[in-house]
């Protein structure tokens, strides 16, 4: 037995062909219709086995043009589909004379039951037995309908992609903007940072240059009691530098630690920061907590060190010659609990109010009240990493209450 394969696909043709030889059957290919007919018109076959959709003539056109050829009518044409796969599809195809429809792909058993299927077929029911094929027009028509179907499918699945493409660039180009705009901030926040950093780590060390040159210099001569002095004063100095230093680390490293969050007690995350406060700020005031009760989701440490640095504020700004009194208490918001640390203290003009939060914004000298100006913008930038908030009021002269806010566990 001997098979004509027809297929527009060289890996199809192959495939196929190799199974047919395999099986011991005869086996040539043809691209399209035309070449197929050309074929079964010069050597003899047993069977068609052909695609449909393909370039020049297709599958329909082949299987209508063998059934019309007198020659050619009784050969048996199966139809080995991957595109037309419709009920429509095999009733036009099996209208035009087609012994046998199968969908691609199948496994070998499915494949030639198939063969063997469109053979006994062919075989029981010759062309000449057959009710007359459907008329040429009518053939026409459905032929059309099944085209133009075929093309609506192709039209929607380019409308839909090209719909998902357009979302996905438009989310594309959201996602551009959202990094752009970060990155300018960042860029912004870098350049307020190296401005600080610059300008207040040189306060020290111009400091420390002034004193030890004016020891070294000894013009005027200095006496024993003032050199000590300037010496004390640029140790000072130097610690002074070593604290601002510390304390940007400690900032900068928050940027780029990950910060895992976890459930965490407001009870224990007072308690340990309160511990941490420096003893002879706490011998200068009363520190009073309400119930904390709330579990919120934060980092525990991160917490305890922001905790730390409200607290440290609220005893350290008290007004001169008072004692301070630090209250500390809990507000359930929607989901979210606030954690409130509220003094009697000096206040903070309105004018100040934002400022206070970026590195090395003080507003008073270290003399006056010791402090690098970096507390609280490690405050605010823990509170961003976490994914809360952070804010203040307050009232010159009367006291701050400054408050941080995180979802609740
Ligand atoms: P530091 O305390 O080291 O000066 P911070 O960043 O913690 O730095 O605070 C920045 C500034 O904000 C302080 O220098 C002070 O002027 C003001 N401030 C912070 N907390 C309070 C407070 N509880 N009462 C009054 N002023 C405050």
């Known amino acids: 037995m001997k098979v004509l394969i027809v297929d527009d696909r060289e890996d199809n043709r192959l495939i196929l062909e190799t199974k047919v030889r395999a099986a ?15 074929r079964l018109r010069r050597e003899r076959f047993d069977l068609v086995v052909t695609d449909l959709m393909m370039p020049g003539m297709d599958g329909f056109q082949l299987t209508h043009d063998i059934r019309a050829d007198p020659e050619l009518r009784n050969l048996p044409v199966l139809v080995y589909t991957a595109t037309y796969t419709d009920p429509e599809d095999e009733a036009l195809v099996r209208s035009l004379g087609a012994s046998g429809f199968l969908v691609k792909p199948a496994g070998d058993e499915e494949f030639f039951a198939a063969v063997r299927a469109a053979l006994a077929e062919a075989r029981e ?20 309908e099944r085209l133009v179907r075929k093309l609506e499918d192709k039209v929607e699945d380019y409308e839909a ?3 998902s493409l357009r979302e996905l660039n438009a989310s594309l180009e959201r996602r551009v903007e959202e990094a752009t705009r970060e990155l300018r901030r960042a860029n912004e926040d870098l350049e307020a940072f190296s401005y600080s950093v610059s300008h207040d780590l040189r306060a020290p060390l111009r400091g420390i240059q002034g004193f030890v040159g004016a020891v070294l210099a000894d013009d005027p001569p200095l006496s024993e009691a003032e050199r000590r002095g300037f010496l004390r004063r640029a140790e000072a100095m130097a610690a002074r530098g070593q604290a601002l230093i510390e304390d940007l680390l400690r900032y900068a490293r928050l940027k780029s630690t990950e910060l895992p969050l976890e459930p965490v007690a ?4 007072f308690a340990m920061a309160f511990e941490q406060v420096d003893p002879a700020l706490c011998a200068a ?20 060190q922001v905790v730390q640095n409200l607290l440290t504020n609220a005893l350290k700004f008290r007004r001169p010659g008072e004692r301070a009194r630090v209250e500390v208490n809990e507000e359930a918001r929607e989901g979210r609990v606030r954690l409130l640390v ?54 010159e002269g009367a006291g701050s209450t400054f408050w941080i806010e995180l979802p609740e566990a």
């Open 24 to 38: 011991g059957y005869g086996a040539a290919t043809a691209e399209n219709g035309t070449e197929a007919l050309a």
């Open 125 to 144: 029911r010759p062309a000449e037995g057959r009710a007359p094929s459907p008329d040429e027009l009518h053939y026409l028509r459905q032929y059309n």
């Open 161 to 163: 992609a090209q719909r």
């Open 266 to 269: 407001l009870a224990d995350v």
């Open 285 to 304: 005031g009363n520190v009073t907590a309400g119930r904390l009760a709330a579990v919120v989701r934060g980092h525990q440490a991160t917490l305890v």
């Open 342 to 395: 509220r003094d009697h203290g000096i206040g903070i003009a309105p004018q100040f109010h934002a400022r206070i939060f970026q590195v090395f914004e003080r507003l008073h000298s270290a003399k006056a009240y010791a402090g690098t100006g970096v507390g609280l913008a490690i405050v605010a930038r823990a509170m961003e990493k976490m994914g809360g908030r952070v804010g203040m009021e307050s009232e």
